[in-house]
């Protein structure tokens, strides 16, 4: 038996946020749910015909959303700690924008809490297999 889709969620409406809005369309994933600043939502939203918005970076109303299986976390770099451990919490999976956390102290903390978790967690890394990245590797 197939599983459901997955219906995504996402926080942030800033620059990155519409970019993970076109791939989860292009991907045919849902996106059921976002916030973010009020002017960003609303454009977001309407582009993307998402039905649940949240203004003001509710992101604890988007996370608590029953209709949301995976959240995608756009917002400012200062942000990302405190609502991945909220997804991970909530016992979703979780898409979250590079620099995981502040410090090494906090990454150490969501890899924790994402390996018991048993939810998938991601962090994207889009740029290491660029060319220029590979050569700087080598």
Same mark, same amino acid.
């Given at each position: 038996?197939?599983p ?6 996402? /926080?942030?409406t800033?620059?990155i946020g519409p970019v993970h809005a076109?791939?989860l369309?292009?991907?045919? =994933?849902?996106?059921v749910?976002?916030?973010? !600043?009020s002017?960003g *939502?609303?454009?977001? !939203?309407?582009?993307f !015909?998402v039905?649940?918005?949240y203004a ?5 109303a988007l996370?608590? !959303?029953?209709? =949301? ?5 756009t ?8 609502q @991945?451990?909220? =997804? /991970?919490g909530?016992?979703k999976?979780c898409?979250c924008?590079?620099?995981l @956390?502040?410090t090494?102290r906090?990454t150490?903390? *969501?890899a924790?809490?994402a #390996? #018991?978790?048993? #939810?998938v967690? @991601?962090v994207?890394?889009n =740029?290491r297999?660029?060319?220029?990245v590979?050569?700087? #590797?080598?």
């Amino acid at each position: 038996m197939t599983p459901p889709p997955l219906r995504a969620g996402l /926080i942030g409406t800033g620059f990155i946020g519409p970019v993970h809005a076109e791939a989860l369309a292009r991907l045919g =994933v849902e996106l059921v749910a976002a916030c973010g !600043s009020s002017r960003g *939502i609303d454009a977001l !939203s309407k582009r993307f !015909s998402v039905r649940e918005t949240y203004a003001d970076y509710d992101h604890q109303a988007l996370i608590d !959303s029953t209709a =949301v299986d995976v959240v995608h976390i756009t917002s400012p770099n200062r942000c990302h700690f405190a609502q @991945a451990m909220a =997804v /991970i919490g909530a016992g979703k999976h979780c898409v979250c924008e590079k620099p995981l @956390a502040m410090t090494t102290r906090e990454t150490a903390a *969501i890899a924790r809490a994402a #390996r #018991r978790s048993g #939810r998938v967690f @991601a962090v994207n890394y889009n =740029v290491r297999f660029y060319p220029a990245v590979l050569k700087l #590797r080598r």
